[in-house]
């Protein structure tokens, strides 16, 4: 029994990582941070932040009127 609930356990703590960690696949935080007014629409109508993700794209309903899903920005690498 107790082997089962340590089980259980991993397998919710697993979801839930994969859950959060899903909000930018392959994208950073700082990639998504584009400001309203410059959003470049990157979905479709009805797109599920999933479906936007699996294109590369960011997903951000908090804002209406502007695209949810975006393109995110490019980011640069400065070399000396």
Known sequence: MEARALWLLAMV???GFYRS???YIGLSANQCAV???DRVDC???QVTPE???SRGCCFDSSIRGVPWCFKPLQETE???
């Open 43 to 45: 979905g479709y109508p």
């Open 13 to 15: 703590l697993a979801l």
């Open 35 to 37: 400001p309203a007014k």
């Open 51 to 53: 479906q936007c993700n």
């Open 78 to 80: 400065c070399t000396f």
């Open 21 to 23: 960690a899903g909000e």
